[in-house]
């Protein structure tokens, strides 16, 4: 299970899930289900995030805010510019402007689909941490990758190439998701995603010391499930999840987040 220090984060990315109307719907219902008494859900030890599409992010923060709901929200995307003629772009300091806790940033699906290279990634990583945002790092493998460079190579570099440029004590999160486990049905193993979290939490520690490798979390995400959380969650250096559809479900996001009362049984 996670360190004593590092606060557990189950984080959901709803995509391009949910309009306004059912983002609202969709946080009171988890709100509601994780204060029942029945899940044990423990808002001290651990943190719940929702990363709704941009146009959720207003009404989901009006919620959460006037309900003080203990669920906190980030962006999907930014761009590496504060401002400008840039058509589509959402910048870092709209993102504050509305309270986000987090963005994500590099996550496999704008890697591919659009085109995100290492260096533009190190940029957005940089304009995140420029508003105080705290950037959720998403770095992974293709099955491809995995045959031919080993475990870990390949997320290793991606997070040298995004954290090139960073010093200091930032506050960031990364999350590994095997791209060859993404919405198939099939997780890494435990000891599979342990593997590269310990490789990224080494790498962490040569690039910006080891008090901010051992304060930083690393997720897994990958076809992450309420019947397969607790077994990764007992790994020493994976501090939650990001979970992608099975987010989309309220009992079973709710599951996930209850994960401690399985660790360890």
Known sequence: ???????????????????????????????????????????????????????????????????????????????????????????????????????????????????????????????????????????GETAEDLEEHGPSAVPVAQLRAALADVSGTPDIVIAYEPVWAIGSGLAATPEQAEQVASALRSTLAELLGDEVAQATRILYGGSVKASNIASLMREPNIDGALVGGASLDVNEFASIARFQKHVGT
């Open 1 to 139: 299970m996670a360190a004593v220090s590092r606060v557990p984060l189950i984080a959901g990315n709803w995509k391009m899930n949910f309009d306004h109307e059912q983002a609202i719907a969709f946080v009171q219902k988890l709100a509601w289900t994780l204060k029942d008494a029945g899940h044990d859900f423990d808002a001290k030890g651990s943190e719940v995030a929702v990363f709704p599409p941009f146009t959720d992010l207003r009404p989901v923060q009006n919620l959460i805010w006037s309900d003080k709901l203990e669920v906190v929200y980030g962006g999907q995307d930014l761009s590496e510019h504060d401002s400008g003629a840039y058509t589509g772009e959402i910048s870092g300091a709209f993102l504050a402007a509305l309270k986000c806790r987090y963005v994500l940033v590099g996550h496999s699906e704008r890697r591919t689909m659009h085109g995100e290279t290492d260096e533009q990634l190190a940029r957005k990583v940089a304009a995140a941490l420029r508003h105080g945002l705290v950037p959720v790092l998403c770095v």
